[in-house]
């Protein structure tokens, strides 16, 4: 079993920058892919920011050219840098990953952003 924990998140201003870290208590070294998701009350959780094994990067519309993501594989460490925020990006954000041939997630970090 791998735990994923998720860090970083808070209250921000319009505008702010806030930096999210996803922490695995196990390696990350062969996990062929590593996300991040953010749902609000009552919708899905949707697809914010993906990177591969190989360090390529998907990103969800709303977020591209604000939000980056990497990974160090020497830490088990993923991270998501998040610019420009908007109130729109106010949910909790999630850590997951396929290790292992399994899928996990981490409990959730809060990240409020208001005017």
């Known amino acids: 079993q791998v735990q994923l924990v998720e860090s970083g998140g808070g209250s921000v201003q319009t505008g702010g920058s806030l930096r999210l870290s996803c922490q695995a208590s196990?390696?990350?070294?062969?996990?062929?892919?590593m996300a991040w998701y953010r749902q609000t009350p009552g919708r899905e959780r949707e697809f914010v920011a993906t990177?591969?094994?190989?360090?390529?990067?998907n990103y969800a519309d709303s977020v591209k050219g604000r939000f980056f993501i990497s990974r160090d594989n020497t830490k088990n460490t993923m991270s998501l840098q998040m610019n420009s925020l908007m109130s729109e990006d106010s949910a909790v954000y999630y850590c997951?990953?396929?290790?292992?041939?399994?899928?996990?997630w981490g409990q959730g970090t809060q990240v409020t952003v208001s005017s």
């Open positions: 990177i591969f094994s190989n360090g390529a990067t």
């Open positions: 997951n990953g396929i290790i292992d041939g399994s899928p996990y």
């Open positions: 196990g390696s990350i070294n062969s996990a062929p892919l």
